[in-house]
C-alpha cells in the first residue's frame, strides 16, 4: 500500500514513512491511496473473532508486507490489551465504552499502536525521533503513556494552560524519562500551530529528526477503526438502521468510523457531534469550511477550531452531496451537556461524561429530525466520566469514583515547563535540547 498527501494527489510514499513522518512535507496530510476493501464472509462472520483478530485482518490491508504479520500481530496484541463493550441504555441506543485502556480515553488504541509501530522501524536507527504532540487533553497522555520508556523516542506534549481538566493536567505533567510536558500560553489551536510550523521548519528539521503523534498520524486512525467493526459484531438487531455518533473535535474518530464504512462495515450514517465549536456542522450545513479560534467547553477534548481531518474526509468523497450521504452533523452547548448528563443519570443510572453525552443529544436530534424509529443508534463513550470528575460530581450531585491509573496521577507533583504562544520562544527551546 502506498500513501498519497492531501496537498499531492502524486506523492507515493511507503507505510513507514508515513508513520515517521506524521504530516507530509507539503503540509498535507498521509491518506492511503485507495480504501482497501474486506471480504463480505469475513463481516457476516464477525462475531466469531476477537477485536485484536479483527484489527489484525484490518491492518494487513493498509500495511503489505512493511511488517512482518508476525510482528505485526504482536503489536497489536499488546497494544490492544483492553476491551471496548457496547453498553445497551435501551431498545435503540447503546453505548459503545472506549474508555477501559491505561488513560481511560479512545486515544489509547490510537497512541498505544502508533508507539508500538514507530518502535518497530526504529529497531536498527541511531538516530532520537522526538514527537511533537498538541493535546487538548486526552491525546497528549494517551501518547505519553504509549511511548513510556521507548527507546530512542523523546515526547513533547503540548498543552494549553488552563484549558484542560485538573486531573488531564495531572495526567500530562506527571511522567519523567521521555517525556516532557510543554504548558502554553494560549488555546489548543495555538499549540497545534506552534507543532505545525515546527514541523515546516528547515533550521529545526536540519539539528533534530521530528514526528508527531497527533491524530493527523495515519498510525493513529488505523486502530481506530477496529473498534467500529467490534462495535458491529456485538449489534443484535444487525437488520436496523445503523447509526454511529461520535463526539468530535479533530475528526479522526470520525474519519476512523468513515474508513470502515469504505472498508465494507454496513453503517447508514454517522454523526459528527460538536460542542459550541461547531465548525464541522457548519462545513455539513453549508458547505464552507470557515476554522475560527477555539471556545472553552466542558467537552474539551472536542473544542477544535481548525479541525484538521477534514481534508481526509473531502478526500474519501467527491463532493459535498456524497459526504451528505454518509455524514450527519449537529452541535450542542455545555447547558444542554450537562441536562443530558442528569437525564441519563436519573433515568439509567448511568454516568455519562461530557463528550459522550454530546453525542448523545446530536443522536436524539438526527433521529428525531429524520423521524426515524427502526434505528440502532451507537454513541461513542470517547472518556471514563472520572476524568472530568468536577463537573460530573457537581452536574449529578454525586461523588464518582476515581479509578486507581487516575489516583496515581493526582497524588504525583505536576512538573511542565511554561511557554508563551510565540513560535520564536518554542523555536529557541527546541533548538536549545
Ligand atoms: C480527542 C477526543 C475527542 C475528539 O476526537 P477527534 O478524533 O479529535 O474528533 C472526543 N472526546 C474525547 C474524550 C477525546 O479525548
Same mark, same amino acid.
Given at each position: 500500500m502506498k500513501y498519497y498527501s492531501t496537498n499531492n494527489k502524486k506523492l507515493n510514499v511507503s507505510f513507514q514513512e508515513t508513520v515517521m513522518k506524521g $504530516?507530509? !512535507?507539503?503540509g498535507g496530510l498521509f491518506m492511503p491511496e485507495f480504501i482497501p476493501q474486506l471480504e463480505d464472509s469475513f463481516i457476516d462472520s $464477525? %462475531? #466469531?473473532?476477537s477485536i485484536r483478530e479483527i484489527g489484525l485482518e484490518v491492518t494487513k490491508q493498509f500495511i503489505g508486507n512493511e511488517i512482518p504479520q508476525n510482528v505485526l500481530k504482536n503489536i497489536i496484541d499488546d497494544a490492544i490489551n483492553f476491551d471496548a463493550p457496547l453498553v445497551k441504555l435501551d431498545d435503540k441506543i447503546s453505548i459503545l465504552e472506549l474508555f477501559h485502556g491505561p488513560t481511560l480515553a479512545f486515544k489509547d488504541f490510537g497512541a498505544r499502536f502508533m508507539a508500538r509501530t514507530m518502535g518497530y522501524f526504529l529497531r536498527n536507527s541511531e538516530v532520537e525521533l522526538n514527537i511533537l504532540v498538541a493535546t487538548s487533553g486526552d491525546t497528549g497522555s494517551a501518547v505519553a503513556s504509549g511511548f513510556?520508556? =521507548?527507546?530512542?523516542i523523546n515526547v513533547y506534549l503540548l498543552y494549553p494552560s488552563g484549558k484542560v481538566s485538573e486531573i488531564q493536567e495531572k495526567q500530562l505533567t506527571t511522567?519523567?524519562?521521555n517525556i516532557t510536558a510543554i504548558e502554553i500560553e494560549g488555546t489548543f489551536d495555538d499549540c497545534q500551530k506552534l507543532v505545525k510550523t515546527a514541523f515546516l521548519d528547515d533550521e529545526i528539521n536540519s539539528k533534530m529528526k521530528l514526528s508527531s503523534a497527533n491524530s493527523i498520524n495515519i498510525a493513529r486512525l488505523i486502530p481506530q477503526s477496529f473498534y467500529y467493526f467490534n462495535a458491529y459484531k456485538q449489534? *443484535?438487531? #444487525? @437488520?436496523k438502521e445503523i447509526i454511529f455518533s461520535i463526539p468530535s473535535g479533530n475528526l479522526g474518530n470520525l474519519t476512523a468510523g468513515l474508513m470502515a464504512k469504505k472498508m465494507? $462495515? !454496513?453503517? %447508514?450514517k454517522y454523526i459528527g457531534a460538536t460542542n459550541s465549536n461547531s465548525i464541522f456542522t457548519e462545513f455539513i450545513q453549508s458547505g464552507k469550511y470557515e476554522p475560527r479560534p477555539s471556545v472553552k467547553t466542558i %467537552? @474539551?477534548?472536542?473544542? =477544535?477550531?481548525? !479541525? %484538521? @481531518?477534514l481534508a481526509r474526509i473531502e478526500s474519501l468523497y467527491d463532493e459535498h452531496s456524497v459526504i451528505l450521504k454518509d455524514i450527519a452533523s449537529n452541535t450542542h452547548n455545555d447547558m444542554q451537556t450537562i441536562e443530558k448528563m442528569k437525564e441519563i443519570y436519573q433515568k439509567y443510572n448511568y454516568i455519562i461524561d461530557p463528550h459522550g453525552a454530546v453525542g448523545l443529544l446530536a443522536l436524539e436530534q438526527y433521529v428525531t429530525e429524520e423521524k426515524l424509529d427502526n434505528y440502532c443508534g451507537v454513541v461513542l463513550e *470517547?472518556?471514563? !466520566?472520572a476524568k472530568f470528575k468536577d463537573i460530573v460530581d457537581s452536574s449529578l450531585d454525586c461523588n464518582i469514583e476515581i479509578p486507581k491509573v487516575l489516583q496515581k496521577a493526582i497524588e504525583k507533583e505536576k512538573n511542565s515547563r511554561f511557554l508563551s504562544a510565540d513560535y520564536e520562544e518554542f523555536k529557541k527551546y527546541l533548538m536549545n535540547l
Open positions: $504530516l507530509s !512535507p507539503d $464477525l %462475531s #466469531k473473532y513510556y520508556g =521507548v527507546e530512542g511522567f519523567d524519562k449489534i *443484535t438487531e #444487525k @437488520n465494507g $462495515l !454496513p453503517i %447508514s %467537552s @474539551n477534548a472536542m473544542d =477544535v477550531g481548525a !479541525p %484538521s @481531518n *470517547t472518556a471514563h !466520566p
